[in-house]
């Protein structure tokens, strides 16, 4: 891919949960379809700190300025040309319409049924990092606690920054970051070729807003909030919905980790029936 992509058009299919970061503050990653037709990831992306003129829904059409991500050798990276402050222009947002027709036309244009062979593509000179996989059975779904707040270095680190942002009618405002997530969530599924069931954890945005509201819907009760988390991603996907996911390698396992990919978002178009003709 190129060293600069001017005015690159992107249809964002990926947004994973904020993380904080010591360098760049709260950052998500942001992966989608360059032209509507290879993957490329973007980061770092501040996005709940963009003006809400510039905050871009999932499956939306942006147009900004990118170079290479020299310091990663994963071809997919790239970041914005002028930095965290360079303006994003949103266009049109793909609907939902005839089972999702408009998005399946770019996101399934490249489908990949073995993590066996993403694995290997990743490995390999090509340095693969982002695809489309199909499973072909989901087996379970795991919920696993986790750190509740974020490292006392990392916030440290961030207060001695910007504390504050200005909004799009130029007031200030004190900046507040995301609250973690306690829990992990993941998949257990198989794909082509395997024998055995493979565990993926999950980090898109989506479950982790999901779980918020939960605990909302249950008045703060985690083990219920949790439970329709599981209902929906694991009872609800499985039968009324044609799942696949959206994967990803992260920078620092890529090279070490057996398998460095995690779900970075889920493609869950409604399943469809087809009409007998005779």
Same mark, same amino acid.
Not at 43 to 62: A, E, H, T, V
Not at 182 to 188: C, E, G, L, N
Not at 239 to 251: A, I, M, Q, R, S
Not at 255 to 265: C, D, E, K
């Given at each position: ?7 690159? *058009? ?55 300025? *990118? ?105 200030? *405002? ?56 599981? *209902? ?47």
């Amino acid at each position: 891919m190129d060293l600069e992509l001017p005015q690159a *058009q992107v249809l964002i299919t990926v947004k994973t949960y904020p993380q904080l970061s010591s360098r760049y503050g709260e950052l998500v990653c942001t992966a989608g379809l360059l032209n509507g037709e290879r993957w490329i990831r973007i980061y770092p992306i501040p996005f709940r700190f963009l003006q809400d003129s510039r905050q871009y829904p999932k499956y939306s059409w942006i147009t900004l300025d *990118q170079e290479r991500r020299t310091q990663d050798f994963r071809p997919e990276s790239y970041r914005p040309r002028r930095g965290i402050d360079e303006p994003i222009q949103v266009d049109e947002k793909l609907g939902t319409k005839n089972a999702w027709a408009g998005r399946k036309d770019f996101v399934l244009k490249e489908v990949f049924t073995s993590m066996t062979e993403l694995i290997s593509l990743a490995k390999s000179e090509e340095r693969k990092s982002l695809a489309t996989l199909k499973p072909t059975e989901i087996v379970g779904f795991v919920i696993e606690e986790t750190d509740r707040d974020w490292k006392d270095k990392i916030i440290a680190q961030n207060q001695q920054g910007d504390m504050f942002e200005t909004n799009d009618r130029g007031e200030m *405002q004190a900046r507040q970051y995301v609250q973690k997530l306690p829990y992990k969530y993941s998949y257990q599924f198989l794909s082509e070729g395997d024998n055995r069931p493979r565990k993926m954890m999950i980090e898109d945005w989506e479950i982790g807003a999901l779980f918020w509201n939960c605990m909302q819907r249950t008045n703060g009760d985690e083990i219920a909030a949790n439970d329709l988390v599981r *209902q929906k991603y694991l009872n609800t996907f499985r039968e009324k919905n044609d799942l696949y996911f959206f994967v990803g390698t992260t920078l620092q396992h890529h090279l070490r980790s057996r398998n460095p990919f995690v779900i970075i978002g889920v493609f869950y178009p409604p399943k469809t029936t087809q009409t007998s003709l005779f």
